[in-house]
Nanobody, 121 residues
Framework: VQLQASGGGLVQPGGSLRLSCAAS????????IGWFRQAPGKEREGVAC????????YYSDSVKGRFTVFRDTTENTVYLQMNRLKPDDTAVYYC???????????????WGQGTQVTVSS
């Protein structure tokens, strides 16, 4: 099982970024793919999750309406589109193979490496 997150970078407040999570080694439809973030000195926070089999999505209150999680059906890649970014969104973002239910916002089974997102002017 491998998960590879990418797409982080520096963006100004109000800007957008799209993160990618390339997954391999397991059948994606049986799982959720969760996106988590951790800022310095803060606990890890689940921000978005896609229940891949039926495309049900879950979001934390902190990102609802600004972030969208979706899958490219031609690839084993799950994306996190982040719009109207705020400085508080600055963190290392991780994707994880997760349970195919609401727990996918709280826990991961296997993790990829993180990608840094910095929102600053």
């Amino acid at each position: 099982v491998q998960l590879q997150a990418s797409g982080g970078g520096l963006v100004q407040p109000g800007g957008s970024l799209r993160l990618s999570c390339a997954a391999s080694g397991f059948y994606l439809d049986y799982f959720g793919i969760g996106w988590f973030r951790q800022a310095p000195g803060k606990e890890r926070e689940g921000v978005a999750c896609l229940r891949v089999g039926d495309r049900v999505t879950y979001y934390s209150d902190s990102v609802k309406g600004r972030f969208t999680v979706f899958r490219d059906t031609t690839e084993n890649t799950v994306y996190l589109q982040m719009n109207r970014l705020k400085p508080d969104d600055t963190a290392v973002y991780y994707c994880a193979q997760a349970p195919p239910d609401r727990r996918c916002l709280r826990t991961g089974i296997r993790w990829g490496q993180g990608t840094q997102v910095t929102v600053s002017s």
